[in-house]
């Protein structure tokens, strides 16, 4: 059992380059997040999709673009890849939008040179 | 607005030492709170939920409604407990699912 699955683990990126990072999760989970990881912010959230099928943004927003391919699967694009987006980026999902537990990935280093 | 504030970024402590990671939090209606922790190397894990009162690794937390505060304790910190610690508030709406706090990181040192 897998869990949640990211991929890749670490990517180097030049600035303007696009990327898709990818996550598929095996636990039927209804809800999918995308958060960023940045020291002294904490944990924020990017997008979400609450079921297959929606997404909403979250408190970043602003860069990124997602897709929920089905219901395992829950990509976040960077069109233009920007310095200020090197973080580390975790994929997560739950149950449904009310369920506390978040069953996390390993994350993506991003450096975006 | 929903808000989780967790005041201290680095808390450094000698093992066998009491430690007290402090959240606070805010929100209109009754509040859901938890507990997740990373450790060095691993992925993000729920520690604790308020709702279940439990203690985990020996650690418990204690919701105040009155102060609108969660702190986590332990009474005796170990080596193995250093990791970050996260504070969290089940929210929603256009916040999506769980509000996070900033994180403590928590350094017991020998």
């Known amino acids: 059992n897998a869990g949640v699955t990211q991929t890749p683990k670490f990517q180097v990126l030049k600035t303007g380059q696009s990327m898709t990072l990818q996550c598929a999760q095996d636990m039927n989970h209804n809800s999918m997040y995308w958060y960023r990881q940045d020291p002294g912010m904490g944990l924020r959230l990017i997008y979400y999709?609450?079921?297959?099928?929606?997404?909403d943004k979250g408190e970043v927003p602003n860069g990124y673009n997602v897709s929920r391919l089905n219901k395992r699967e829950f990509s976040l694009r960077l069109e233009s890849a920007a310095p200020s987006q090197t973080s580390v980026y975790f994929c997560?999902?739950?149950?449904?939008?009310?369920?506390?537990?978040?069953?996390f990935g390993s994350g993506t280093q991003l450096s975006v040179l | 607005a929903q808000r989780v504030t967790q005041p201290e970024k680095l808390l450094s402590v000698f093992k066998g030492a009491p430690v007290e990671l402090k959240c606070n939090y805010s929100?209109?209606?009754?509040?859901?709170l938890f507990w997740y922790v990373q450790y060095s190397r691993q992925r993000l894990q729920l520690l604790l939920r308020?709702?279940s009162r439990e203690s985990i690794k020996g650690f418990t937390a204690d919701l105040n409604k009155g102060e609108t505060s969660f702190h986590l304790k332990k009474p005796f910190a170990q080596e193995e407990d250093s990791a970050m610690y996260y504070c969290a508030l089940l929210g929603g709406g256009s916040q999506g699912n769980l509000i996070f706090g900033k994180g403590t990181k928590l350094s017991v040192k020998p």
């Open positions: 308020h709702i």
């Open positions: 997560a999902s739950s149950a449904g939008i009310s369920y506390e537990k978040l069953f």
């Open positions: 929100y209109s209606g009754s509040p859901e």
């Open positions: 999709s609450a079921s297959e099928g929606t997404t």
